[in-house]
């Protein structure tokens, strides 16, 4: 299983290469189901994974001018305050029992994979949906609204902080129709927020022991990696075809995680 789950960290940084997200949807299934990590150990894990390969990959678009640091810094100023809020505080203050309903126990480990499933879920339609390639024209014609930027940046603030996720199928949408940005500035500036987000969240599990430091350098490693080839096949190959085929692919797998719990209950 370790083979196939190294394999699948490669898939990792290829995605998040190719179409800027992604890679964090994968990241959890591969902690939990192919190492054998505990779901909220996984989430820290995905955070570091995550994290630093975006950071490489931010710094690869950055070379290539598609990245827009004040854009990037302006929707992330929310965004990380609401991820180490959550990893700091929120989340170690989540019991392990939530709650029993019949006899049947939810648990807090069960409850973050269900969720991360219909994560899965929203994300795949994300990435099935057919965007244009360049600046929405009305969003060009209207004033940025500080509400719903805020509004954006603590939703994507505690989806990273709760799950682990970088939370790209949100930023990408919102980059180009709140900060009207260009779809190809729009993907390498959501790699440098996911990766922002992504690291200094992680830093509020810092002090946490029993961190696999071996598993998570070696993921990551594999990851990075991944990256950099999934940014050499973004110029070969159209990304949008593989983000469809990709959210196919998560579709099915949100699925099959969300059935696996479900009847782990029962």
Do not use: C
Not at 24 to 35: A, C, D, G, H, K
């Amino acid at each position: 299983m370790h083979l196939l789950g190294y394999f699948a960290s490669l898939l990792i940084g290829i995605s998040l290469g190719l179409i800027g997200g992604g890679g964090s949807i994968l990241t959890m299934p591969v902690m939990v189901y192919l190492f054998g990590v505990s779901p909220i150990t996984a989430t820290s894990y995905s955070l570091f994974i995550v994290g630093s390969t975006s950071l490489v990959g931010a710094a690869r678009q950055y070379k290539q001018g598609t990245v827009n640091i004040r854009m990037a810094l302006l929707f992330a100023a929310t965004s990380v305050a609401i991820v180490f809020i959550t990893r700091k505080w929120l989340v170690p203050a989540i019991p392990e029992q939530i709650a029993s309903i019949h006899g049947v126990v939810i648990t807090e480990s069960w409850l973050t994979m269900v969720l991360f499933a219909l994560l899965m879920l929203i994300s795949s339609v994300f990435m099935m949906r057919n965007k244009a390639n360049g600046t929405d024209q009305a969003a060009v014609n209207k004033r940025i609204s500080i509400r719903k930027l805020l509004l954006f940046g603590t939703s994507i603030g505690l989806v990273t902080g709760l799950l682990g996720a970088g939370g790209g199928f949100l930023l990408i949408p919102a980059l180009v129709l709140m900060l009207r940005l260009p779809m190809k500035e729009a993907v390498g500036t959501s790699l440098l927020v996911i990766a922002l987000n992504s690291l200094l969240g992680f830093t509020g599990n810092l002090n946490d022991k029993g961190i696999n430091w071996s598993l998570l350098l070696t993921v990551t490693s594999l990851a990075i990696v991944g990256i950099l080839l999934g940014s050499y096949l973004n110029r070969k190959v159209k990304a949008d075809s593989l983000k469809k085929a990709f959210g196919w692919f998560v579709l099915a797998m949100g699925i099959y995680i969300l059935v696996k719990e479900l009847t782990a209950l029962y």
